[in-house]
């Protein structure tokens, strides 16, 4: 079954110090993989995407996320993390059993995020 | 003005009631999404819809129903609420492959 996991619920970082937040997938095929941010009381804001090429990619805020293929990962990562980065953190990949379709993603449970001064 | 919304924003409303939510886009896609999120589960699709003529199950669409009613419109009713359906519920928007656009959610408890 294709499926995506974040295994911590919560990840505790100090202002200044980079952050890493973790994503595992299982897809058939060539994963498309997202980042989403969800500040509270919002919707989801989208950060960041893997289609193809590079295995870092680049996305909002400062963020990035690095594509691990052999690992089945894309973990979000900056340099430098800021109290305004607090937030939750959902990583999603393309269902791949609807191809001809396209567009439906699958959500991790997601990872709050807590930066602290 | 935002390009995905949501109407209405909160609601309460009492057991075996019918409620009807509604989500708008202006970005021209022709795909749309309706999730809930409850804590812990992250989010899980209800119902999506390819186009005017298309709508499919999600993972989690029993008591509900859609109707997409343009290609702007998506809209989602609860025919009998029930409590366990509170929940934050989104609406998203999206274009072929690509990255889904999402509503400001509305926050529904059913008493």
């Known amino acids: 079954a294709q499926s995506v996991a974040q295994p911590e619920d919560q990840v505790n970082v100090a202002e200044g110090n980079p952050l890493t937040v973790k994503c595992t997938y299982s897809?058939?095929?060539?994963?498309?993989l997202f980042w989403y941010v969800q500040y509270p009381n919002r919707g989801l804001q989208f950060l960041l995407k893997?289609?193809?090429?590079?295995?870092l990619v680049k996305g909002s805020y400062g963020f990035e996320a690095e594509f691990n293929k052999s690992q089945t990962s894309f973990h979000l990562k900056k340099p430098s993390a800021l109290v305004s980065d607090s937030a939750l953190y959902f990583c999603?990949?393309?269902?791949?059993?609807?191809?001809?379709?396209?567009?439906?993603?699958?959500f991790g449970q997601g990872t709050e995020l807590s930066v602290k001064p | 003005d935002a390009d995905v919304t949501q109407t209405p924003r909160n609601r309460i409303t009492k057991t075996g009631k019918r409620i009807m939510l509604e989500c708008s886009q202006t970005?021209?896609?022709?795909?749309m999404y309706w999730y809930r999120q409850d804590p812990g589960l992250g989010l899980r699709l209800i119902y999506y819809?390819?186009?005017?003529?298309?709508?499919n199950k999600g993972e989690i669409s029993d008591g509900y129903s859609v109707s997409r009613q343009a290609q702007a419109k998506f809209s989602l009713s609860l025919e009998s609420a029930i409590p366990n359906q509170t929940a934050l519920y989104f609406c998203?928007?999206?274009?072929?492959?690509?990255?889904?656009?999402f509503g400001p959610g509305t926050r529904l408890t059913v008493l």
């Open positions: 998203a928007t999206s274009g072929g492959y690509n990255e889904q656009f």
């Open positions: 897809v058939s095929g060539n994963p498309y």
């Open positions: 893997y289609i193809t090429g590079d295995n």
């Open positions: 999603a990949v393309r269902d791949t059993a609807f191809y001809n379709q396209g567009g439906k993603l699958i």
């Open positions: 970005k021209g896609h022709d795909r």
């Open positions: 819809s390819f186009d005017v003529k298309d709508i």
